[in-house]
């Protein structure tokens, strides 16, 4: 057959047709859309030097002068001429840093999107009664303490302790220290970072108002007289709904993201075309 | 090339599918929690008396979390409010996985991020806010996904491309990130209990070289919308006169630098930031504006240098030998770049009377990036959110170079400010922090007592009225020493271990002075040990060994003391001559953070950092000047 012959049934075929009205699409797009031109142009219009003068002035309590204000523009102009050319050579691709800030942008837009409510009464108790080791407030001591190096004979610890029995000056008895003679409503954990472990178990046994002892802790030997306890406690919703309100949301703003996330990977058919064993370190 | 519709499209499938997680319209959170639920701080019914001798309080006022562009982008999911709960001793998820929690709370806290405006966008979902009944808002709660989602991403592009719509340039409705940083502090402050300030961190970095404040707000009763940025000026004299312009409307605030090792010379430099040198008004501001250095964190410590203090057998410690630079590019300049140079630099400008501006009282701090301040030796959890992952902190992370995990591997672990105050508030902490009543420590909650005095009796340590006597007679750490008719000064220590930490080996004092001559001198002074070692002929006390097994990575409480006190005279101190003092507390050797690791992870141990360190705390100087 002649070549010239070829070419009628080849002009009726659709996928030509198709590919001609894509061509058309494709110029009639670079035509009608500039930015997709390489960028030559940069336009610096009104509100946005009226928002750089904001801005200043928010922070500087005056108005930026022209001045100020042109070297700002400048420090823009610098930012955007050298932001395209690293587009153009594909520096803005694969970057983590730009991956991590899109993510978060997404992330921002879709703790917005998942709209909720501020919890009710019942799902913060409920939350309340789940959790509620996270809230139980740690139970309280006081006491008054006097301090004997390790070294000190348990002899002249006695004599000590039956003189504060009598009603001596207990801050006369003992010898210095930092720590404190006594403590008021301390929490357990509290009096765990001052005094050790040790003493602060002890602690809990020891009997009320009367001098006992020695206690070990830490730093040495202590007399000890504890004047009252409080229990653990966990407070009633109304005394701690913000602290609870805050860590729910916290859970629910989490729980959604991973919703969300697993959402969307069920669009994408992921493949991993490796072998995990091959790449990790061998121990 | 540009493709705006593809966008759109994702956008638009990414919406479609959140929808599908929505059963009704309903006004959007704002990201922090919505000012509906906060409630008033609980006030403390009984606040304790304060307390006239000062009670001593530890924290950290240098943390970052999730909402700081750099601690978000290593990998940081953690909040202002995560990071108040971690200090009160709560579990919070650390963002490499497994949840971190400190083992004994801390008594104050401040977020210092780095402050980004992107909170417009969170007001306009915020119905309490003007900025919900704008045109702008409309789009972003329309009950259509589709329109929500694109006025969302469409504003986001415009505010990065530093586009403002004309409808929000009403100066009532800028808000920002720091907005909300402000109402976590104050969400979490209890007064009597757990003090947080507000605060942020100027993060200036001329050409990588670290000139880094964290500015700290006494309260929020009087604050600026906008906080300084570098980006502003890296400039610390414009960043001192935007705090002097906040003071004329209402705000109490101070600086606090950090990191002269990073700073190639260029922080206690005596040039101004356009190299002329600097003057009487230059050094009145500053030393005006930064009552405070931070002298220890995880990028290093920076008291002193050993080609600074050749006979300092301490003055290695923690060493982070880096400038800011991505390529690890070491400093040249020495000079500037630490504390103990910089004291004796600042009474030579005083010399001269042009006044002090290196005039610093000193705290510890982190600088974490990942909520956690991780003072903690044994439960460090890193600077960065992949450090939670013990393993990551070891090794690095798989594919980063060589340079970078080394560099890693010599970060430290937190250290902590020690506060003398009268009571856990913010007025009470701020103001000791002010009048530098405060010490540092490399992690461990080692308490210090400093004191200096020409009327009191090197005995007067042992009177159980010590502290009272010494506050009457004396001047705490952080203060300055009147001219005492030419009798030599004394000055009183004390100091008691952490429980959780090591025994204390020593107590020393630095003594640093200028000569008739103007000449710079420093020496120190052993003034307090445990056990019965004498000083040696070449004038040192001999090193306490070593009780740590590297491979269960433990210690014993063999050698050292829980506690030690003493009373020094300066046995060459000249009435004539400016001087500075300031106590420095060292532990036994115990297991470096890595060691830790190494054990737990069953893993080879590090070879390029140390194994074990001697954990110690600095106090403020005490100052003498002759006039």
Redesign the interface.
């Known amino acids: 057959m002649e070549p010239g012959l070829r070419f009628k049934p080849l002009l009726r075929e659709p996928v030509l047709h198709f590919l001609l009205i894509g061509l058309l699409l494709f110029v009639a797009y670079g035509w009608l859309?500039p930015?997709?031109r390489s960028g030559e142009r940069i336009v610096v219009?009104q509100?946005?030097v009226?928002?750089?003068a904001?801005?200043y002035?928010?922070?500087?309590?005056r108005p930026p002068s022209e001045q100020e204000l042109a070297r700002l523009v400048d420090a823009?102009v610098r930012d955007e001429i050298l932001y395209r050319e690293g587009v153009a050579l594909g520096l803005d691709r694969d970057d983590?840093?730009v991956k991590?800030?899109v993510r978060?942008?997404?992330e921002?837009?879709?703790?917005?999107?998942?709209?909720?409510?501020?919890?009710t009464d019942a799902d913060l108790a409920a939350y309340l009664q789940k959790n509620a080791k996270?809230f139980t407030q740690p139970g309280t001591v006081s006491f008054e303490q006097i301090f004997f190096?390790?070294a000190t004979p348990a002899a002249q610890i006695e004599a000590a302790r039956a003189a504060a029995l009598r009603g001596s000056d207990p801050?006369?008895l003992g010898q210095?220290?930092?720590?404190?003679p006594g403590v008021?409503n301390a929490r357990g954990?509290?009096v765990?970072?001052?005094?050790?472990?040790e003493f602060a178990a002890e602690l809990e046994k020891l009997p009320l108002d009367t001098w006992v002892g020695p206690v070990a802790?830490?730093?040495?030997q202590h007399l000890v007289r504890v004047s009252s306890r409080t229990a653990a406690l966990l407070p009633p919703l109304a005394d701690i709904?913000?602290a609870v309100?805050?860590?729910w949301?916290?859970e629910r703003r989490?729980a959604?993201l991973a919703?969300?996330d697993k959402?969307?990977r069920?669009?994408y058919e992921v493949v991993i075309d490796a072998k995990l064993s091959t790449s990790a370190?061998v121990r | 090339?540009?493709q705006p519709r593809l966008n759109l499209r994702l956008a638009a499938?990414?919406?479609s599918?959140?929808?599908?997680?929505?059963s009704?319209?309903?006004?959007?959170?704002a990201?922090a929690?919505?000012a509906?639920?906060?409630?008033p701080t609980e006030v403390a019914a009984s606040l304790?008396p304060p307390n006239p001798e000062n009670?001593?309080y530890f924290g950290a006022v240098h943390v970052h979390t999730g909402w700081s562009?750099d601690a978000?982008?290593n990998g940081s999911k953690t909040?202002p409010?995560?990071a108040y709960?971690w200090a009160q001793?709560?579990?919070i998820?650390g963002s490499g996985g497994p949840e971190i929690q400190l083992k004994?709370?801390l008594d104050f806290y401040m977020v210092s991020d780095h402050a980004e405006?992107?909170g417009v966008?969170?007001q306009m979902?915020n119905p309490d806010s003007p900025l919900s009944k704008t045109e702008l808002a409309k789009g972003?709660t329309s009950p259509d996904?589709n329109v929500?989602?694109q006025t969302?991403?469409g504003i986001?592009r415009d505010m990065s491309a530093?586009?403002?719509?004309?409808q929000l340039?009403d100066?009532a409705l800028?808000r920002s990130v720091w907005s909300q940083i402000v109402k976590a502090a104050d969400?979490s402050y209890t007064p009597g209990k757990f003090t947080t300030f507000a605060g942020f961190e100027w993060t200036s970095n001329p050409q990588q070289r670290n000139l880094h404040r964290v500015v700290v707000f006494r309260d929020t009763a009087k604050l600026?919308?906008?906080?300084?940025s570098a980006l502003?000026s890296d400039d610390p004299e414009v960043l001192w006169k935007?705090m002097s312009?906040q003071r004329a409307?209402g705000s109490t605030l101070f600086a606090i630098p950090h990191n002269g090792n990073a700073s190639d010379g260029r922080m206690f430099e005596t040039v101004k930031f356009d190299g002329k040198p600097i003057d009487a008004a230059y050094n009145k501001t500053r030393a005006e504006n930064e009552p405070l250095y931070e002298i220890t964190q995880i990028k290093g410590t920076s008291e002193t240098h050993p080609s600074l203090s050749p006979t300092d057998e301490f003055a290695s410690f923690e060493m982070w030998d880096y400038t800011l630079s991505a390529d690890f590019q070491r400093p040249t300049h020495r000079k500037g770049s630490f504390a103990r140079k910089a004291l004796l630099d600042g009474m030579s400008q005083s010399a001269t009377g042009a006044g002090n501006p290196f005039k610093y009282g000193f705290i510890g701090d982190t600088d974490t990036h990942n909520a956690a301040a991780s003072h903690e030796e044994f439960n460090f959890t890193g600077k960065f959110a992949f450090e939670n992952n013990a393993k990551e902190r070891l090794t690095g992370v798989?594919g980063s170079p060589a340079g970078q995990i080394q560099q890693i591997q010599e970060f430290s672990s937190g250290g902590l400010a020690g506060v003398w105050a009268a009571q856990n508030t913010r007025e009470a902490i701020f103001d000791a922090m002010q009048r530098k009543e405060t010490f540092a420590t490399s992690g461990p909650?080692i308490?210090v007592?400093f004191f200096g005095s020409f009327d009191l009796a090197v005995d007067d340590?042992?009177?159980?009225d010590?502290v009272k006597l010494a506050y009457a007679k004396g001047v705490p750490m952080g203060g300055d020493l009147k001219p005492g008719a030419g009798k030599a000064p004394t000055f009183l220590v004390?100091?008691?271990?952490d429980?959780?930490s090591g025994n204390l080996d020593r107590i020393q004092i630095v003594k640093g002075w200028l000569d008739a001559a103007g000449k710079q001198h420093e020496k120190i002074y052993d003034v307090a040990w445990s056990g019965d070692r004498k000083i040696g002929a070449n004038g040192k006390l001999p090193a306490l060994g070593s009780t740590v097994d590297l491979k269960t990575a433990t210690y014993t409480d063999a050698t050292g003391t829980?506690?030690l006190?003493s009373g020094w005279t300066d046995p060459d101190f000249k009435p004539g001559e400016r001087a500075f003092y300031y106590a420095r507390v060292l532990e036994i050797p115990t297991p470096r953070w890595n060691t830790y690791d190494a054990v737990r992870q069953n893993m080879a141990p590090l070879t390029k950092v140390p194994a074990t360190l001697q954990e110690r705390a600095w106090s403020s100087p005490i100052w003498y000047s002759p006039s």
Do not use: H
């Not at chain 1, 002035?57 to 309590?61: E, G, L």
């Not at chain 1, 921002?108 to 919890?119: G, M």
């Not at chain 2, 009704?24 to 959170?29: G, L, R, S």
């Not at chain 2, 600026?224 to 300084?228: G, N, Q, S, Y």
């Open positions: 859309t930015a997709a219009t509100p946005m009226d928002g750089m904001l801005e002035r928010t922070r500087w309590s823009y983590p840093v991590r800030r978060q942008k997404l921002v837009i879709a703790e917005e999107q998942l709209a909720r409510e501020a919890p996270r190096d390790a801050a006369r210095p220290t930092m720590l404190p008021s954990d509290l765990t970072r001052d005094f050790g472990l802790s830490a730093f040495g709904r913000a309100a805050r860590e949301e916290s989490t959604s919703e969300n959402a969307l069920q669009r370190a | 090339m540009n499938s990414v919406c599918v959140l929808i599908a997680g929505c009704k319209k309903e006004a959007p959170v990201l929690p919505p509906a639920t906060v409630a304790p009670n001593v562009f978000f982008t909040t409010s995560d709960a001793g709560k579990a998820t004994t709370p405006f992107m966008f969170n979902a972003v996904a929500r989602i969302f991403a986001l530093g586009k403002r719509d004309p340039t100066p800028a969400a600026p919308d906008l906080v300084l502003d935007w312009d409307k798989p909650m308490k007592r340590v042992k009177s159980p010590f004390m100091a008691s271990k429980p959780k829980a506690q006190a």
